[in-house]
């Protein structure tokens, strides 16, 4: 009985051994066969999603980088020997080549995209400008390179076009950047930090901006520029931004910048402007710039309130140059510009950059806000001339002997509210500046109504309210008749030329 006892026992024990055993072998394999992909042991989830706009959207950018992209080239440029260095104060950066300046030659980099089947190919001036002509490289997506020559330049605008010898290139088709607004998507396309083929994508977060970049242009300098965060960097210069139907709409530029490489947002050139640059360039090697022959500045609140205008807008004309377009036209100093040819007008690049996609010979009409009335003015352009603009400089004050300097310094006044002190010119002084009128400024307040306005010491007030001074009484006689919150608008002559100026009476 004892013996079947234990042959009971043994044999459960066995049972269980072999039932543990079964158990431990199915949990194992259980979760292997989950990892292996077993349906039962899945991680994760199945997304309950299917919005359509999500696949439209994406499949718009996947078209596009697949439409564009064999379009755009490579660019490796062997500089000359140069010599200088590079201000990095600066805050915005031309991207492509880079802004090294040694004293050999060196090999630098940007992007370009083909705008002809037989090989012109649009980029930036500066990436190009320092070439050595028999040293420019063009790779092609499909990893062939050409030898390029350069066709023609225009630094007012930092474009340029270059040719390589190939037929039946597929060509980038170019959109209407009028026609751009902010908020939309756009993809730039380019060859960052050596990185070729590379698409980013983002949104147009301003347009017609002015950065003041292209100081190399002489004061000419044509700065439009669309405003976008698709990330750009070193590199993509030259190369398109894109919108979602596959059209080239800007050329990329420049980026704001304090380390030369993406920060936010890159800027640029709307390619309408390109378009009348390139087809210039293409048929004559140059551009045939056209001009009005006028200077503008923006319209501030004060300046708008003085003119008796609803709100500030359109760009004022400071002068105008003799034997110009504007002269023949009868435009005047103090008109505001408002419209080019029904295009509204929001500060003078805007002007600017219209009359750049213009020809010598054609007929513009401007919308003119004039005494208090809008009227229009049509003018027939002009080629522009290839002079520089030389400014003239009156910031220091013309010597004078001691009996002059006792006479102005006995013929002056304060304003306290405007912040401003000025003083009766000496016949000298009047002399020296070419002028026959007008009050010196001898003093601002830092922050003051003045200060604020762009008034500043040495400066030349010729007229307050349209009414020529001659002394600092004439001026005091203009302000009285204004009362707190009314705006005067001063023409002021400055070392860089003549201008309009405002300010606003501060309340009491």
Same mark, same amino acid.
């Given at each position: ?219 000419? !300098? *044509?700065?439009?520029? =669309?405003? +976008? ?5 070193? &590199? ?5 931004? #894109? /919108? @979602?139907?596959?059209?080239?709409? !800007? *050329?990329?530029?420049? =980026?704001? +910048? ?5 920060? &936010? ?5 709307? #390619? /309408? @402007? ?18 009005? &022959? ?215």
């Amino acid at each position: 009985m004892a013996k079947k006892s234990i042959l009971a026992a043994i044999f459960l024990i066995f049972i269980g051994i072999i039932f543990g055993i079964v158990l431990v072998s199915n949990f194992q394999f259980g979760v292997l066969q989950g990892f292996a992909g077993d349906q039962q042991a899945k991680l994760g989830a199945q997304s309950q999603i299917d919005n359509p706009d999500y696949k439209a959207l994406s499949k718009a950018f996947i078209d596009v980088s697949k439409s564009i992209s064999p379009t755009v080239v490579s660019i490796t440029v062997t500089t000359k020997e140069k010599k200088g260095t590079q201000d990095l104060r600066d805050f915005f950066h031309f991207f492509g080549p880079q802004d090294r300046l040694p004293e050999m030659p060196t090999i630098e980099g940007g992007s370009g995209f083909i705008i002809s089947p037989d090989g012109y190919i649009m980029t930036n001036n500066h990436v190009i400008r320092d070439a050595d002509e028999k040293k420019i490289e063009v790779k092609f997506s499909d990893g062939r390179t050409e030898r390029a020559k350069i066709i023609g330049t225009d630094p007012t605008t930092d474009l340029a076009v270059i040719k390589v010898d190939r037929k039946d290139l597929p060509t980038a088709p170019l959109g209407n950047s009028d026609d751009l607004e902010i908020g939309e998507m756009v993809v730039a396309i380019g060859n960052p930090l050596g990185l070729q083929g590379t698409v980013t994508a983002g949104i147009v977060s301003a347009i017609g901006r002015s950065i003041d970049i292209l100081r190399e242009a002489g004061g000419l !300098g *044509i700065e439009n520029f =669309i405003q +976008t965060d698709a990330a750009i960097n070193p &590199g993509n210069s030259g190369g398109p931004l #894109v /919108n @979602l139907k596959g059209e080239v709409i !800007g *050329i990329n530029s420049a =980026i704001a +910048t304090t380390n030369r490489f993406y920060q &936010g947002y890159g800027f640029a050139i709307p #390619v /309408n @402007l390109a378009k009348a640059v390139a087809e210039d360039i293409i048929k004559t090697g140059k551009v045939r710039r056209a001009y009005v &022959g006028i200077g503008m500045n923006p319209v501030t609140q004060a300046m708008a309130k003085a003119l008796g205008m609803d709100k500030p807008e359109g760009a004022i004309i400071q002068k105008i140059d003799a034997d110009s377009p504007a002269e023949s036209a009868d435009l005047k100093e103090g008109d505001v510009i408002l419209a080019v040819d029904g295009k509204e007008v929001k500060a003078p690049n805007d002007v600017q950059a219209l009359i750049a996609r213009m020809r010598p010979g054609d007929v513009v009409i401007f919308k003119i806000f004039r005494d208090r009335k809008k009227i229009e003015k049509k003018i027939t352009l002009k080629q522009r001339e290839d002079t520089a603009i030389a400014a003239d400089d009156t910031r220091q004050n013309p010597s004078m002997d001691k009996d002059e300097k006792d006479e102005s310094s006995m013929k002056s006044l304060t304003f306290d509210n405007l912040g401003l002190t000025v003083r009766q010119m000496t016949s000298e002084e009047k002399k020296k500046s070419a002028i026959e009128n007008g009050v010196i400024v001898s003093e601002v307040k830092p922050y003051s109504e003045a200060f604020n306005n762009m008034i500043r010491a040495n400066d030349v007030i010729l007229e307050a309210d349209k009414r020529e001074l001659n002394s600092p009484k004439d001026l005091k006689e203009v302000i009285d008749k204004h009362k707190p919150g009314d705006a005067i608008l001063f023409r002021i002559k400055k070392s860089d030329g003549i201008g309009f100026y405002a300010v606003q009476i501060p309340s009491e």
